[in-house]
């Protein structure tokens, strides 16, 4: 079975300041993460995602994120935000090649502050 | 392009009348859909997936129930709303593999 952890439920930041979300994850086999973001009172859009290859994996926005097998970690990073940035983002992690099982961090809510 | 829509995008209802929420996916075929329901500090809870037309499978006992009466049609219904079937219901689709694509929302009120 697999389990998400997203460590901060809010993190307020200045803007132009750099980010990080962090996600940790367990899973017994190979998995995909995801992130998502999702602004007030719409549905989630995904900002990136690791299926296999690179473990630097750069979405939009100007958002990245790295996999780090050994740490079962999956941070999102931004180098410079911006007040458009304050949202509510999810980490998931399914087993590779089935959505059905994806699981949902509790999200993290970013409050980018002038 | 693929596009989805869901509607209504607000609703409140009185405990014990029905619901219906409906979700369209256009520019694709045969694609897996997803609904979705977000409560407050509760993360996202998977309530059906369909992989197919009349193909609907339940993830959590409630007193919810899906339909997919068209290939890019999913409508999430109950008989008898609960004040425990508020909170804001995402219907999402995915192609065989990777990421979802979720529409913009519900937002459902049980007075």
């Keep these: 079975a697999q389990s ?5 439920s809010q993190v307020p930041v200045f803007e132009e300041a750099p980010v990080e979300l962090r996600c940790n994850y367990s899973s017994s086999v190979s998995v995909y993460l995801f992130w998502y973001v999702q602004y007030p009172n719409q549905g989630l859009q995904l900002l990136l995602k690791y299926l296999s290859g690179s473990t630097l994996v750069k979405g939009i926005n100007g958002f990245e994120a790295e996999f780090n097998k050994s740490q079962t970690s999956f941070h999102l990073r931004k180098p410079s935000v911006h007040i458009s ?3 509510e983002y999810f980490c998931a992690v399914g087993p590779a090649g089935n959505n059905r099982k ?5 999200g993290t809510s970013l409050a980018v502050n002038p | ?7 209504p995008a607000t609703l409140v209802q009185p405990v014990g ?3 219906s929420l409906e ?6 075929s045969n694609p897996n859909l997803y609904w979705y329901r977000q409560a407050a500090g509760r993360g996202l809870q998977l309530l059906f997936y369909s992989v197919g037309i009349g193909q609907i499978s339940s993830e959590v006992p409630q007193n919810l129930s899906a339909s997919r009466p068209q290939d890019r049609q999913f409508i999430l219904s109950s008989k008898k709303l609960l004040l ?3 909170g804001f219901y995402l219907c ?4 065989d593999t990777g990421e979802l694509f979720f529409g913009e929302g519900s937002r459902l009120t049980v007075l």
Excluded at chain 1, 4 to 8: A, E, I, R, S
């Design chain 2, 23 to 28: 979700c369209t996916v256009e520019g694709t």
């Design chain 1, 102 to 106: 994806l699981i949902w961090g509790l």
């Design chain 2, 92 to 95: 999402a689709w995915s192609p």
């Design chain 2, 84 to 86: 425990s079937d508020s």
């Design chain 1, 85 to 87: 940035d304050t949202a």
């Design chain 2, 1 to 7: 392009s693929q596009t989805i829509h869901q509607w």
């Design chain 1, 4 to 8: 998400v952890t997203q460590l901060d």
């Design chain 2, 17 to 19: 009348s029905p619901l």
